[in-house]
T-cell receptor
Framework: KQEVTQIPAALSVPEGENLVLNCSFTDSAIYNLQWFRQDPGKGLTSLLLIQSSQREQTSGRLNASLDKSSGRSTLYIAASQPGDSATYLCAPNRDDKIIFGKGTRLHILP | DTAVSQTPKYLVTQMGNDKSIKCEQNLGHDTMYWYKQDSKKFLKIMFSYNNKELIINETVPNRFSPKSPDKAHLNLHINSLELGDSAVYFC?????????????FGDGTRLSIL
């Protein structure tokens, strides 16, 4: 059974800093992994999807890496902004079933 | 022109009632999902349908019955509502199973049981 752990559970950093969110998962037989962001009272927005054959994906200030064999993924956010404040969710996908971590609540201080 | 839309956005009802939540996607996707996010914000898959066929049923009580009249719609009917059903229910869709394309989520339906 897939278990997903995200560290840290919460993070507050001053605006402008670079930061890394960590995700680990127990079942490495996945075919992709998504990072989502969830704003309070809203649905989820897909940020990046990394296929199992890929090592990383980049979109703007975001970079996600995947080490499938060790069951780890990281989300790197460069030059953080107050608008980045949200909960970030890691979601490995096996057999079209996404298992979510509990998320990292990120607060960027202006 | 919302991609995945759910109605209603809020639903407050009494224990024992039966209620339905509707979901529609205009993305032309083949696969749709229902997720439940509990009070601790933990998000878990409930059901998945591919082209109107049930693919995933995650040991959800049979009081919950999804219905897919066509591949653009996946509705969720809940019988005999219980206090523990209070949660936010999210609908999502994707291009297809194993498509390696992201899932798109609706804004959620906040269900409160009195």
């Amino acid at each position: 059974k897939q278990e997903v752990t995200q560290i840290p559970a919460a993070l507050s950093v001053p605006e402008g800093e670079n930061l890394v969110l960590n995700c680990s998962f127990t079942d490495s037989a996945i075919y992709n992994l998504q990072w989502f962001r969830q704003d309070p009272g809203k649905g989820l927005t897909s940020l990046l999807l990394i296929q199992s054959s890929q090592r990383e994906q980049t979109s703007g200030r975001l970079n996600a890496s995947l080490d499938k064999s060790s069951g780890r993924s990281t989300l790197y956010i460069a030059a953080s902004q107050p608008g980045d404040s949200a909960t970030y969710l890691c979601a490995p996908n096996r057999d079209d079933k996404i298992i979510f971590g509990k998320g990292t609540r990120l607060h960027i201080l202006p | 022109d919302t991609a995945v839309s759910q109605t209603p956005k809020y639903l407050v009802t009494q224990m024992g009632n039966d209620k339905s939540i509707k979901c529609e996607q205009n993305l032309g996707h083949d696969t749709m999902y229902w997720y439940k996010q509990d009070s601790k914000k933990f998000l878990k898959i409930m059901f998945s349908y591919n082209n109107k066929e049930l693919i995933i049923n995650e040991t959800v009580p049979n009081r919950f019955s999804p219905k897919s009249p066509d591949k653009a719609h996946l509705n969720l009917h809940i019988n005999s509502l219980e206090l523990g059903d209070s949660a936010v229910y999210f609908c999502a869709s994707s291009l297809g199973r194993y498509s390696n394309q992201p899932q798109h989520f609706g804004d959620g339906t906040r269900l409160s049981i009195l």
